[in-house]
T-cell receptor, first 113, second 112 residues
């Protein structure tokens, strides 16, 4: 257990509404990530953070923004949700040594209607 | 060429059999390699890292062939509980600070 929680776990929202997903970790990891998982695709990186207030874009960042004001929290915001953002969103932390493997939170299932 | 490719399966295997998965990756400079397991509607969980010399963890053996850019996973004496999707994962850069690259997964079904 890497001490990662995500909230909410499930959400249904309407097209055009803003949505914020939260990732919380308890072990002071520097690196945090947001991925999305869709049928027919592997997990794809949205954004990542390498420290407080330090973030960068991933492969599929369009339509998403992130913030990290505290080490333990990494927020993902959909400014104006679209149906194409219906997905399962996973947060992850990176181990600080060894092979730098990543550990994932339980996921948030988001449906945009 | 896709960055990490896997046979999607499904592999239907009788309990107790040995099953092998392969995966290929496109970036020859890739630094580290993993197999993750994902159960239905759950998060991916690290199964094992893959080392250049090959490594074993109980019934699971992973091999890396850098020259051919492929990774393999062998499961011996398969159990019903091994049914899951197995994800081949690669760190394209040293330390992988900018994220992992995932294959789409191979679905394994162990039949009693």
């Amino acid at each position: 257990d890497a001490g990662i929680t995500q909230s909410p776990r499930h959400k249904v929202t309407e097209t055009g509404t803003p949505v914020t997903l939260r990732c919380h970790q308890t072990e002071n990891h520097r690196y945090m990530y947001w991925y999305r998982q869709d049928p027919g695709h592997g997990l794809r990186l949205i954004h990542y953070s390498y420290g407080v207030k330090d973030t960068d874009k991933g492969e599929v960042s369009d339509g998403y923004s992130v913030s990290r004001s505290k080490t333990e929290d990494f927020l993902l915001t959909l400014e104006s949700a679209t149906s194409s953002q219906t997905s399962v969103y996973f947060c992850a932390i990176r181990a600080s040594s060894g092979q730098y493997e990543q550990y994932f939170g339980p996921g948030t299932r988001l449906t945009v209607t | 060429r896709k960055e990490v490719e896997q046979d999607p399966g499904p592999f239907n295997v009788p309990e107790g059999a040995t099953v092998a998965f392969n995966c290929t990756y496109s970036n020859s400079a890739s630094q580290s390699f993993f197999w993750y397991r994902q159960d239905c509607r759950k998060e991916p969980k690290l199964l094992m890292s893959v080392y250049s010399s090959g490594n074993e963890d109980g019934r699971f053996t992973a091999q890396l062939n850098r020259a051919s850019q492929y990774i393999s996973l062998l499961i011996r004496d398969s159990k019903l509980s091994d049914s899951a999707t197995y994800l081949c994962v690669v760190n394209m850069r040293r330390g992988g600070a900018d994220g992992l690259t995932f294959g789409k997964g191979t679905h394994l079904i162990i039949q009693p």
